[in-house]
């Protein structure tokens, strides 16, 4: 199967990741300096957490913005290797289309979770060790 | 004289009637009026200051005006009136004073003192006295210059520490009320008086001078002394005005800020709050910054949970291959010796031939074998590839920052809680001094100190005025005697009239530093035994006056000690009052608010011991910060002749009971 280059998000999920760091990251111009997160931060932890949780993504209802090219976002194949390793990808997906879906639904996720509480429930996401 | 009831009716917080029974046995003499700040102490003491003198004292011994006066409930229901009445003995004969105002009749609702109509009646022993005798009479009882020293505001106390700084303003005026009290002023007015004799009369001699050869000179440097005179005066006179009106501008401020008191406190308050959030919010912000270095990394610790099972799996698997090819290898030799048997039938000990049998079962050995070995076979190639994977998933590593972040997260919230409790406090705080301008407060200390500034200037200017005033009468004083020892002058009517006001003046001068003297000494005397019994300091030798009847304390090696506690200036306090007092008059109630302030637990013991003994009749008008029923009253249950409680009904209204 044939790993694409570039993978992304749909463009409402993009538009979701784009609000999600705005609220993340301090919304005040501070003089010294401070830590700010990146797409690719949440994006690798969407990932991440929807491998944890053995899910298993749809398809994604739209096309791909291919926003962030592949060789930086998964540096050393952590990601890809895990995938392969669990055998969770379906057989006529490549493995980072499956990487693709488990952000778009993670991030999605993320974001209903942060409208409804205004924050992220990060207890559950970190504390269950299982 | 000794108190025997007192009848208020709408006084300040005292709404209708209200009776006061004073204790009349001579060692049961104490009452106890117990009564919050708020309440009325001091209006109750004002009550007794105004039956007697007609006048209510505030802060800074200002007048309170009359309509201040009326009970402001009663007035807004439009009773304007308002009255004392006194019932006390003196000398064996009883007396009935009763002072009352109204609002006159014409006027609607009144705003100034002569809005008001003040009627009052004297009896003694049941006889009508005439009205202009009345303030005559209530004077030969108890001198209105003496009240100052038996109606008595504790707060006060503090201000007799300033009759230890010479050419304090302050200090002049306290050491002026105390010479009134003791009499000193009849001697100064003879003194004032001759003074200005002897000035009238300097003026005809040096006008008589004029005529006189030999003195012609004198004149008109006596002339153009006396002009100068005139110009020093009108600059004392000008500067002391001045002095006057920046004096009463700082008094304005402090009573404005004294009332501002909680506010200012409350604002300090705010401040600390404030400060406690910034810190809070500085570290939320700071936690904020280490969560999210934290999650940056986060997805490879969840990640990291994920893979370690499989991890396990994977290196099971691989154990399997490797042992199975371990496996492999022993089944192969195995065959590899067996088959050398049946290419070579021999035995290799006795070279004998092996039997059929035997070959037989050895060729069966090597098809089990072989087929065991068979199902071992392993590709190598798998084992790489688990390898492969096992290396790539161990370089996925944690650092607990999973953990790490639910911490901040529970530490964050508690920080949360934190804010928002001191906000809700900031609020209740500010909804309290609402309405309040703390600038204000502030711009109004700033102006304070400019104006303290100002008046220790003007002092300062008064004090070298004074100075050249008084070198400029001694110049005038020499150039007068030089005029009457010319020849043209002796024997005149005008320096005949010169020397005998000069003497007489002297005399004055002499008889008012000998009358202060013994005054001070009295005062001295009198102030150290109280001293003695007060102090908790049993090696201090005893007490120092000072040309302006300031006390200080004298140690053990006869030094004045320098720097002196609260308490002590306190206690220093009392015992002046107490040596006026004796001083001023042999007998008489005293009223004492809020007197023990300051004291800690044994100095107030000592005061409470004391204070029966230091009138015939002692009214103590205090809080229970000051006087704790249950632990200090045992120091002299058995001189309460009477207790007295202020109840609060409104913050308008209060009523004095009787308690046990």
Known sequence: ?130 | MKLKELVIHNFMPYKGEQTIEFPQHETQNVMLLFGDNMRGKTSFLNSIRWGFYGVALGRHLRLIPRVNLVNSIAAAEGDWSMSIKLLFNHEGREYELRRIVDKKNHVAVPKIDSDFEETIGLKIDGQVIAGDQISNEINQVSPEEISRFFLFDGELLQEYENLLVEQNEQGEKIKEHIEQALGVPALINGRDEFTSLLKDARRTQTRDAKNSSDAKMYAEQQRVNETKQLTLEKDIKDLETQQRDVQKQIDDIEDELKNTEAVQRKKNEIDVLIGKRDTIEDQLAYDADEQRSLFQNAWKDVLFQSVQPLMSTLKSKRDSLLQAAQAKVVLDAKISDLQKSLDSPFCPTCTQPIPKEEMDGITLRIKELKAESELSIVNMDDVTSLNSQIDKLSKITSSNEGQRICELAAKQRRMQVSIIKIETELDEIEQEIQGFDTDLITRQREKKDRLSNQLFKLNSDIKDSKEQLKKLLETQAHISTLISKSSGSKGQASTIRVNLYEGLESLFKQSIDDLRDALRKDVANYASEAFAELTTEKTYSGLEINSNYGLSIIDQTGNVLKERSAGAEQIVALSLIDGLNKTARKTGPIVMDTPLGRLDPKHRSNVLKYLPKMADQVVLLVHEGEIDPTRDLSNFAARIGARYQIKRISATESRIERSN
Not at chain 1, 1 to 22: F, H, W, Y
């Open chain 1, 1 to 130: 199967m044939n790993e694409p280059d570039r993978i992304g998000l749909t463009p409402l999920v993009a538009e979701q990741l784009d609000e999600l760091l705005s609220e993340l990251n301090p919304n005040i111009e501070s003089t010294k300096e401070t830590v700010k997160l990146i797409k690719f931060d949440i994006y690798r932890l969407a990932v991440s957490l929807g491998l944890k949780e053995r899910k298993s993504p749809p398809e994604l209802k739209e096309k791909s913005n291919s926003a962030f090219r592949v060789g930086e976002l998964d540096r050393d194949k952590a990601l890809f290797t895990v995938v392969e390793c669990l055998e969770c990808c379906p057989n006529d997906t490549s493995i980072y289309r499956y990487i693709e879906r488990l952000a778009e639904q993670g991030i999605q996720e993320f974001y209903q979770e942060y409208q409804q509480r205004g924050e992220l429930p990060l207890t559950e996401y970190f504390s269950d060790k299982s």
